[in-house]
């Protein structure tokens, strides 16, 4: 019995930290594809595809500040005064009733503001500064996949930091010129 | 039992995928860390258009109230909190410096435990009401109440605030109120409103040739320190045309260390010293009495006839200390420093209007007569800053109602019986008037935090539901002072910009009453009998009177006298050790005709063998989590005394007996060794061995052209002892400040059979290898005084450690405060060493301050010994340590010779944790720009890296280079002597290159090869003159 014990307990040790380093290396822990459900489904297509609206209209500060911004209700209530839960058939399309409107317009008469739940995060030990990159002419898309087509948007990037030193690196098509310094991004 | 039952060895199959199984889920399980759910919130509505970006700061101009000098700052704020202060450099008291007490004023703002809304006491317990209740039931108290029947105790400010103070009660039949300021001293505002007319002159200390300070500590809590510390400094950095400065009194406070010359005498006969200095009574049988030395005041004199003009200053807190400052005026007048040193038209208007510590004593007297209805207590905590002797808490047992606007507990509030939080002055409008011909405004940088209203709206509600009414039309006391603001609501808006206007606001209706006390009253400094001690009370140079308490940052910020932290100490004198048989950490007793206190002794070579000092500040009985319980009150033992002409209160100077007590309680000290055993880190250069300024100019004057090897090709053999250094000058970081710098920091990147060397390459085209951010530290500036501590603390999320909360899980310390620090866990990437040099069994020792941060080494010890990579040399001549890469083998820290690599021991920053620094809503001080940094984890001083990525991105946003001298550190910032310099040292363009080629600069350390990129300025040292042989 104690021979068993002998083996078995280090060799799951073993294995356990085998399957740890593993994991790390393959990038099996980057929450790469999740798709949590949103309060509010909002439609990206029908927004950036649909009526070609700019990211920057509503992410107003992703190419003067570090964080993009995220529009403030008032900001959707804009065009959402107007654009009501109920349409009528019109050349874009049939009638129809948007229940997320509706959700949009209870936000805002209860003076809420909506509590978007975050998909795309880098740990608290990277910074990143998105005007740098979306001056450097980085696209939205690089980092957050084909946002305009996401009908529901979930995380198509690994976000891993091998993954953004291939860009650093000068290893993207086309190639980008960045520093790749550790104290570029960790601080 | 058998053999054969015995299973085989190894394993087999079925158990190998067992284990694989189990090895699986723990990984999903490990791996499965997306499962946290985080929001993000956005505005409702956009604030401010578009002024407000989201991760860009939005700095507001206000006003610092942390103690009455009224420094201006600009509170830093991301997405609606407050996180940061940093002095405002346009305003002409402070200049862009602050103080580390200023610093710490976020920490009040966002304490835990302030007062979350308005509460009235129902028999023995609180009860949480709403404010319309509270304004109602004010109201109804106010009701026939008359005249002196109501005291209204606020804590002294200037500016607007006093004036409708006034206005409101004398709208209500009630007597004005009283100013209060126990860190104000009172004898010098007598004396200066008697010679002068002000309260405070200005102090332009370079223009005196000599400084005497009798006890005026004026680096601390004198007067408005952080004017004071930048003049002080500006002089003392004139090298051979700075003043001597020579501190009479019975202890070396911080300002006591920076003089030149120490001439202890005993607490009291300062004023025969100022006497006989004017030629009244010998100097032998002065010094026979004070117990100087008869030689240093004899020299003092006839250094007197020479030195003019000479500024002397009186803060000695005893019994004459009225005749003392009057005296010193006296000194000034015919050692003509007033006009030139001390200037009266340029008066710092903070502390006119202050009452004066008779009108609060008399107000006690009435309230235990019986004859005060109505108390109002709002900023001050006399419970803990009178003497104990003075019987406030029985005083105020015998008043009805009593009401505190305090924003903490304070063992002033719990006794009261109407709270009704005052906002933090960070929440509040107001106008401050730091300097006679200066308003300086204040603005909310906050929404209140919680359920709290500034005193000036609640009162002016409280007059709308009474006869006052009529007086008070408008709704709020911003209107109120728009009111009274010159130019009206268009000039105020306008202003509030800069935070400073040039002006006067209406000050108070009835000014107190000056003294005309005669000087002729002299108290009577009786002589100590035998075993007797004199005992020195002071304000804490951080905590202040106590008020200080509760920010966690002035706890932990070692005193910069005796480096202790969150603890109370008795100084006593290496003799006085001897003769008691105790060590440092051994309980005494101080025992007066008043009471007693019991601390442990911190034994020091500053103070005389015949005076015990204790400083105020700690002890309270209730004033949240990081005040009760620590420390204790020296003026629980202090009698009171109380001037009979100028109503002053002396709290140092009474006799104590001194006894040992059978307990130790170990020093929670930061200090290793008062020595530098000959290791050259504290360096000085007498005024005399300093070049002369021909001589000077004939240097080369940039770091760049002293260093930046002109011809690549050519080794530096031409030199005739030049020292060769390993490298080629096309790999090396710029010239390493002093050499090129050693090969190995940069590994195989400077081979030359490299092809590619990536950004360590001179020419790679981020340009990152052409900078070398470099630090240089002026010694002659440098006062000691520890703001940067602070300011290295707010800006890097640094952690506290010291709180009693935070050492629950240190077996054998549990509860107790700084246990941490004792077991060598302080987190202070700054700190501030203080060396003696000399013989410290006489008054003779010198003191010598060197903040020691990490050295960013160009060829760091503690980079090869990372067996991870963690720490390594980035291209522009950062020492980086990289967290998220670290798994805390502390090599680095074992290896480092400056011993400036801190370990996370515990989860300091982690909120679910016992150790969690930043308790609710203390959390939001938080530096967003910078990591906090988790359990297991070592860390240090990154030359605010946050801040050089910070002003890259915004040149590069902006399309242009990073400016020379664009930005700083936090720690330079804060400084209030001026004595950082940050900068590129490889580019001439910033100024630190042209400091750093001084020529008292040097390295600490450099037989170690470690090329450090701070450079420390030798500290300037003035020897006395030769006395005149004719002396005496």
């Known amino acids: 019995m104690t021979m068993r014990k002998w083996v078995v307990v280090p060799g799951f040790l073993a294995l356990a930290a085998a399957a740890i380093v593993l994991s790390a290396y393959s990038g099996a822990s980057t929450p790469q594809g999740r798709k949590p459900q949103q309060p509010i489904a909002f439609p990206h297509p029908t927004h950036v595809a649909g009526l070609g609206m700019n990211c920057l209209y509503c992410h107003f500060a992703a190419n003067k500040a570090p964080d993009p911004g995220l529009p403030a209700v008032n900001t959707c209530m804009g065009c959402h005064l107007v654009v009501g839960p109920s349409r009528p058939a019109s050349q874009f399309g049939p009638a129809r009733t948007s229940a997320e409107i509706t959700k949009l317009q209870q936000y805002w008469n209860a003076k809420k503001p909506i509590p978007w739940i975050r998909i795309h995060k880098v740990p608290d030990y990277v910074q990143f500064p998105h005007m740098r990159h979306v001056n450097a002419g980085v696209s939205c898309q690089t980092c957050h996949g084909e946002i305009q087509n996401m009908p529901v948007v979930y995380q198509a990037k690994p976000l891993s930091m091998g993954w953004c030193i291939n860009c650093h690196t000068g290893r993207s098509n086309p190639p980008f010129k960045a520093r790749y310094d550790c104290s570029t991004c960790h601080y | 039992m058998s053999d054969t039952s015995a299973p085989p060895s190894g394993v087999r199959r079925r158990e ?175 004396a200066n409103l008697q010679s002068y007319g002000v309260a405070w002159p200005a102090i332009d200390f370079t223009a005196a040739r000599l400084i005497v300070s009798f006890g005026a500590d004026f680096l601390e809590t004198w007067g408005a320190s952080v004017p004071q510390q930048l003049s002080f400094a500006d002089a003392r950095a004139r090298g051979a045309q700075a003043p001597r400065f020579v501190y009479i009194g019975p202890r070396r406070s911080l300002t006591g260390l920076n003089a030149d010359t120490w001439i202890p005498c005993a607490p009291g006969s300062e004023l025969a010293i100022a006497r006989a200095l004017v030629g009244n009574g010998s100097l032998d049988d002065v010094a026979t009495q004070s117990g100087a030395p008869a030689d240093a005041l004899r020299a003092l004199r006839s250094e007197l006839e020479s030195a003019s003009p000479a500024l ?148 002016i509600d409280v007059a ?188 140092s100077g009474a006799h104590a007996q001194v006894h040992t007590v059978d307990a130790f309680d170990e020093l929670v000290t930061t200090e290793g060794s008062a020595r530098q055993h000959d ?47 390993p490298g080629k000058p096309d790999t090396d970081f710029l010239p390493g400040l002093r050499s090129a710098v050693a090969a190995d920091a940069q590994g195989e990147l400077v081979s030359k059979n490299a092809k590619d060397r990536g950004m360590y390459a001179l020419d790679h085209w981020s340009g990152m290898a052409k900078r070398r951010w470099a630090m240089t530290i002026d010694l002659a500036r440098c006062t000691g005084c520890s703001a940067c501590i602070t300011a290295c603390y707010a800006e890097n999320n640094v952690p506290t450690v010291g709180a009693p909360y935070q050492s629950t899980r240190t077996p054998g310390y549990q509860g107790r405060p700084g246990a941490n620090i004792l077991r060598g866990r302080e987190m202070t990437w700054m700190r501030v060493e203080r060396y003696y040099e000399g013989n410290v069994e006489d008054s003779s020792f010198e003191a010598r301050f060197v903040p020691m941060l990490c050295q960013h080494c160009g060829n760091a010890p503690c980079e090869p010994v990372c067996p991870v990579y963690a720490t390594y040399h980035s291209p522009d001549g950062l020492n980086v340590q990289v967290y998220n890469r670290c798994v805390g083998t502390r090599y680095c820290s074992n290896n480092c010779p400056y011993k400036v690599r801190y370990f996370n021991w515990f989860g300091f920053g982690e909120a679910n944790r016992t150790q969690y620094a930043w308790p609710e809503p203390l959390h939001l001080q938080l530096n967003p720009d910078v990591n906090v940094r988790g359990k297991g984890v070592m860390e240090k001083c990154t030359f605010c890296v946050q801040r050089i990525r910070e002003a890259e991105s915004r040149a590069r946003l902006e399309g242009r280079e990073v400016q020379p001298d664009e930005f700083t550190t936090s720690c330079a910032q804060a400084c209030p002597s001026r004595a950082i310099i940050f900068g590129d040292a490889a580019s001439p363009d910033w100024t630190v290159s042209h400091v750093a080629a001084d020529e008292r600069g040097y390295h600490v350390f450099p037989e170690l090869n470690t090329y450090t990129a701070v450079v420390y300025l030798k500290k300037i040292v003035h020897p006395a003159p030769p006395e005149a042989p004719s002396g005496a």
């Open chain 2, 312 to 459: 002397f200053l009186s803060g000695a807190n005893v019994r004459n200390a009225f005749e003392l400052a009057l005296a010193v005026n006296d000194l000034n007048r015919s050692h003509g420093s007033v006009g030139s040193a001390l200037l009266p038209d340029r008066a710092i208007a903070a502390f006119e209007g202050a009452s004066r510590d008779a009108d609060v004593i008399d107000a006690l007297d009435r309230m235990r007569r019986g004859q005060v209805a109505l108390l109002f207590v709002r900023g001050v905590n006399p419970v803990h800053t009178l003497p104990a002797a003075a019987g406030v808490a029985d005083a105020l047992a015998k008043v009805p109602f009593k009401v505190s606007f305090s924003s903490y507990p304070d063992a002033t509030s719990e006794l009261c019986d109407l709270i009704l939080p005052d906002n933090h002055p960070l929440e509040s409008w107001g106008i401050a008037q730091p300097l006679a011909g200066e308003m300086s405004l204040q603005q909310p940088a906050m929404r209140p935090l919680f359920d709290t209203r500034a005193t000036g709206d609640v009162l």
């Open chain 2, 464 to 651: 709308h539901r009474t006869a006052a009414s009529s007086r008070f039309g408008m709704t709020s006391y911003r209107d109120w002072i728009i009111e009274q603001y010159p130019g009206g609501v268009r000039a105020f808006t306008a202003a509030l910009e800069k935070g400073v206007a040039p002006g006067r606001v209406a000050g108070r209706m009835s000014a107190p009453r000056s003294t005309t006390a005669a000087a002729a009253a002299t108290p009577a400094i009786t002589p100590l009998a035998e075993g007797e001690f004199h005992l020195v009370v002071y304000p804490h140079p951080a905590l202040g009177e106590g008020s200080g308490a509760n920010k966690p940052w002035l706890q932990e910020m070692p005193d910069p006298v005796s480096k202790v932290s969150w603890q109370s100490w008795i100084e006593v004198h290496p003799t006085v050790a001897k003769r008691l048989d105790i060590v440092p950490g051994s309980v005494l007793r101080v025992e007066t005709s008043a009471g007693h206190v019991d601390a442990p002794a911190f034994v020091y070579p500053g103070i005389r063998p015949d005076t015990v000092a204790i400083a105020l500040g700690r002890g309270h009985t209730a004033y949240g989590r990081f005040a009760e319980g620590i420390g204790i009150n020296p003026l629980t033992a202090v009698p009171v005394a109380l001037h009979p002409g100028a109503g002053v209160l002396a709290l």
């Open chain 2, 16 to 190: 190998f995928l067992k284990v694989l199984g189990a090895t699986g889920a723990a990984t999903a399980a490990i791996g499965c860390t997306s499962s946290h759910v985080e929001k993000l919130i956005p505005y409702l509505v956009q604030p401010d258009n578009d002024n407000t970006v989201p991760g860009v700061s939005t700095y507001f101009a206000t006003t610092c109230r942390e103690c009455a000098a009224s420094c201006g700052v600009l509170a830093e704020a991301r997405d609606g909190r407050t996180f940061k202060l940093e002095g405002n450099p346009e305003h002409p008291l402070n200049r862009g410096a602050l103080c580390a007490r200023g610093q710490a004023a976020v920490q009040g703002l966002l304490n835990p435990d302030r007062y979350r809304g308005p509460r009235m006491r129902r028999g023995n317990a609180w009860a949480n009401i709403t404010w319309d209740e509270a304004i109602a039931l004010l109201a109804q108290k106010l009701a026939g109440v008359q005249g002196a029947a109501s005291v209204f105790l606020n804590r002294h400010e200037s500016g607007a605030f006093p004036a409708f103070l006034d206005q409101w009660l004398s709208a209500h039949g009630l007597a004005p109120h009283l100013s209060y300021d126990p860190l104000l001293d009172g004898a010098v505002v007598q």
């Open chain 2, 679 to 725: 290791r050259g880190i504290a360096q000085v250069v007498p005024v005399t061995a300093l070049l002369s300024r021909e001589e000077r100019s004939r240097l080369p004057q940039t770091v760049a052209n002293v260093r930046m090897p002109q011809a690549e090709n050519a080794p530096a053999e031409g030199g005739e002892e030049e020292e060769e250094y």
